[in-house]
């Protein structure tokens, strides 16, 4: 665990454990590790990507502010979990690369205590797509990672966090009526909005 913290701050590339895949990230606020983490993902600079984060505070720091119409109905129900929700974000704070230019940004308050303490100790939202090469399946677990995309990254976090075999539900939040743009782990029927 800690040898992962200590490559993400120095700007490293890390395959870790999240409590639905297994993911390939960097820290959000490095241009060159997000650069790299397009590149070794060989994913197209025109699809954002999620990010991770330790709390609703560390959230809110990149954010917007949260309207209470989405932390009642949304956040207070599902987060920590499996759902994604895409937010206004501070462009001033996300790298343009992450938000794919935009001025929104996908966020995770992952549902696994040691995956948050991991992120906690980065100090800043850890930007995680799933551990593949882009089109490629999500693996699950350790052993469905391509060996080619471990050889890439700076380090693998091998630690068993509980792994589901669902990626995220993405939810926009930005527009009306919210809309899923993603079913994943939570059913869409399930989402009370």
């Known amino acids: 665990m800690q040898k992962a913290v200590k490559v993400f701050k120095n700007g490293g590339i890390v395959i870790f454990p999240t409590d639905?895949?297994?993911g390939i990230g960097c820290r959000?606020?490095?241009e060159n590790s997000l650069k790299r983490l397009f590149e070794i993902r060989k994913r197209p600079k025109n699809k954002p990507m999620l990010v991770l984060v330790d709390s609703i505070k560390m959230a809110q720091n990149y954010l917007l502010p949260i309207p209470q119409r989405i932390k009642d109905k949304i956040i207070n129900?599902?987060?920590p979990g499996r759902l994604t929700i895409i937010f206004k974000c501070d462009t001033n704070k996300v790298p343009s690369l992450a938000r794919n230019g935009g001025t929104t940004?996908?966020?995770r308050l992952p549902d696994n205590l040691k995956l948050r303490e991991l992120i906690r100790e980065v100090g800043v939202p850890i930007v995680a797509p799933?551990?593949?090469f882009s089109g490629e399946k999500t693996p699950f677990k350790f052993e469905e990672l391509d060996p080619k995309l471990e050889e890439?990254?700076?380090y693998v976090l091998k630690e068993d966090a509980g792994l589901r075999k669902n990626v995220s539900t993405i939810i926009d939040c930005t527009v009306t009526p919210w809309k899923i743009i993603r079913e994943g782990g939570i059913k869409y029927e399930d989402i009370n909005y």
């Open 20 to 22: 639905t895949a297994v």
């Open 28 to 30: 959000l606020d490095k």
């Open 77 to 79: 129900r599902y987060w």
């Open 105 to 107: 940004l996908g966020v």
């Open 130 to 132: 799933s551990a593949n």
């Open 152 to 154: 890439l990254a700076d």
